[in-house]
């Protein structure tokens, strides 16, 4: 029993020194959608407050609860966006935190800044995925839109493959050159090209991944990937045209009932262009072995992972012991 009411404040700085490293994450992730999928988690789908629709304010944000039965932690992600925040106030567009609570008493362990932490367990998310759906020896790669959270997508992708050539595009040309100013010295050994649009970008390639903030579709509208047989969707706003759905032997997702309401897939269910049948498998029923994955080197399939709150309590759980081991944060009394 969990009795001291002692709180552990962890800034953004004080979470990424706690060392903890992409294949730890995706070890970490892999466990509790594991979890998950026998049940032994609890982790309802988001609730959505979008402040844009009665008040002059542009932020809309995301309420994550979640219970991990086998670390015997609970908690919740709370985060939100406003996509003018880096040039209006120098702020990050995104902003999260952890909270994590005694599941015995609800007295507050630890308050987490998750903008790190998101993009890290996000991207671990989607290596597990292409680990299971990517065509064996695929060696190029398209990623559409560079912002924080793409270079971690890259780097548990060259986890689980050994990418030749990474081809990217962006709107925004100087998001798109900080991206590669950045990865550069991580990724050497890749040959990385900035493209002049997506068709560009996806022309060639093995797998995709869209990675964006657009409210239209930025693929499968006008046009498809001419090569590719795995599109990894990880936008929480309408980033696919219908399209997709007919070029999509399988669809799989991490979660079915938060994919009617978030991501890239709310749009066609809530035009019943697809429905519950059209959902072939969650990446957690996958990987506990209870739906195949990938079963031939030319199915196509679609990937939308929208987040779950049982990832953020899992990740933050090993950070907040991390950081106690090594004596980060600043701790307060709550009572």
Same mark, same amino acid.
């Given at each position: 029993?969990?009795?001291?009411? /002692? ?9 990424? $020194? ?25 982790? +309802? +789908? ?8 009665? $008040? ?6 995301? &309420?994550? +609860?979640? @219970?991990?039965? @086998? ?8 985060? %939100?966006?406003? !996509?003018?925040?880096? @040039? ?15 599941? /015995? ?10 903008? !790190? ?24 790669? $398209? ?33 798109? /050159? ?41 693929? %499968?509208?006008?046009?498809? +990937? ?19 759905? %007919?070029? &999509?032997?399988?669809?799989? =997702? ?9 991501? &890239? ?14 959902? @072939? ?17 030319? /199915? ?6 929208? %987040? ?5 309590? =899992? ?21």
């Amino acid at each position: 029993m969990r009795s001291n009411s /002692e709180v552990l404040l962890l800034s953004e700085g004080d979470v990424i $020194s706690t060392g903890l490293t992409m294949p730890q994450c995706m070890e970490l992730v892999e466990g509790v959608l594991r979890a998950r999928a026998n049940g032994q988690t609890l982790s +309802p +789908p988001k609730v959505f407050l979008d402040m844009r629709s009665n $008040s002059e304010h542009q932020c809309d944000a995301d &309420a994550m +609860p979640a @219970y991990v039965k @086998y670390i015997d932690m609970c908690g919740v992600k709370w985060i %939100g966006a406003n !996509w003018e925040n880096r @040039y209006k106030r120098g702020l990050p567009n995104v902003i999260g935190i952890v909270i994590l609570n005694d599941p /015995e008493s609800f007295a507050p362990l630890a308050i987490i800044s998750a903008n !790190w932490l998101t993009a890290m367990r996000t991207g671990a998310a989607t290596g597990l995925a292409v680990r299971e759906l990517a065509r064996k020896g695929s060696k190029s790669l $398209s990623m559409i839109g560079t912002g924080y959270e793409t270079k971690f997508q890259l780097m548990a992708i060259n986890e689980v493959l050994k990418l030749d050539e990474v081809k990217v595009f962006d709107i925004d040309k100087n998001v798109m /050159e900080s991206f590669l100013r950045d990865v550069n010295h991580m990724f050497y050994m890749m040959q990385i090209t900035l493209c002049k649009n997506v068709r560009e970008a996806v022309e060639g390639t093995d797998l995709v991944v869209t990675a964006t903030s657009s409210r239209i579709p930025v693929l %499968g509208e006008e046009f498809l +990937p001419d090569t590719a047989n795995l599109i990894c969707s990880i936008g929480t706003y309408n980033e696919l045209g219908d399209k997709c759905i %007919g070029w &999509a032997d399988k669809i799989v =997702v991490d979660t079915r009932e938060q994919s009617k309401s978030e991501g &890239a897939l709310a749009d066609w269910f809530a035009r019943r262009l697809i429905s519950n049948g059209d959902i @072939y498998a969650e990446l957690g029923e996958i990987l506990v072995g209870r739906k195949m994955g990938r079963t031939s080197d030319e /199915e196509k399939i679609l990937c939308v992972l929208t %987040g779950l709150g049982c990832e953020d309590v =899992v990740v933050a759980n090993t950070v907040y012991k991390l950081a106690k081991e090594k004596g980060l944060g600043k701790t307060f009394k709550f009572f």
